[in-house]
């Protein structure tokens, strides 16, 4: 057991520049790019954040990050994003167009081709232009199709950056007001069975990356991952 937190302990070590990136593009994400620490402690376990991050990271890094404390309490203590870097503007379904050589980034869509109006609805929201979480969505009409295409954008993103391509859709929905996602998350999330999978396991709702998954098995494993099921076993 000594061995394996000592393991552990190694990759979060080696693992900080992945959890700088996923900081940066959280905050990048965000409407005034500063988010309440206590609501990014809801994720951190998703995004394999250390316990000391705040510490470990954010004090690490002050051409990136800073605390801002405006209130003066604990539980007013945010982080701000002070730098934006062209580089981690860039979300996974932009870059999988790039690596791909497509011109036009695209969202994949995992279901059998059984699944006939499905698929009808996948492609019609694939007309749709892509819009990219990190740009500013205020241009957007509330309720328009480029709006909605722009709030899966942004739910895929933040699923893409937790270790297992997954996260309580009750935590994801105290980040709305941050994230300018709709009051009805779950609705949104069911409307696309192609990109997101809902269950209701333990009557706790999660949201998975289809994608990320063949059957109930993680394709792409974080280095954190692997050693976390080490543990399990």
Not at 42 to 60: H, M, Q, S, T, W
Not at 112 to 124: D, L, Q, T
Not at 161 to 175: D, E, Q, R, Y
């Amino acid at each position: 057991m000594m061995s394996l937190v000592e393991e552990e302990e190694s990759v979060r070590e080696s693992q900080e520049n992945a959890f700088v990136c996923r900081l940066a593009k959280l905050l990048m994400m965000s409407v005034n790019k500063r988010i309440n620490v206590l609501k990014i402690n809801e994720l951190k376990r998703n995004l394999g954040f250390p316990n000391d991050y705040v510490i470990r990271i954010v004090a690490k890094y002050p051409n990136l990050f800073r605390v801002v404390n405006e209130g003066g309490r604990r539980s007013s203590m945010e982080i701000e994003l002070v730098h934006w870097d062209p580089e981690f503007a860039v979300s996974t379904v932009e870059a999988a167009a790039r690596r791909s050589g497509n011109t036009r980034p695209t969202f994949s869509c995992s279901l059998p081709f059984s699944w006939v109006k499905s698929w009808e609805r996948f492609r019609e929201f694939d007309l749709v232009p892509y819009f990219s979480p990190y740009m500013d969505h205020r241009e957007l009409v509330e309720g328009s199709k480029e709006m909605e295409k722009r709030n899966v954008g942004l739910v895929h993103e933040v699923l893409s950056l937790t270790l297992w391509k997954k996260a309580s859709i009750v935590k994801l929905g105290h980040f709305r007001r941050e994230f300018a996602l709709p009051d009805r998350l779950n609705v949104l999330l069911l409307k696309h069975p192609g990109i997101f999978y809902v269950s209701n396991k333990y009557q706790i709702y999660t949201v998975f990356l289809r994608e990320a998954y063949v059957g109930s098995k993680l394709v792409e494993k974080d280095p954190l991952v692997v050693v976390k099921e080490k543990f399990g076993d």
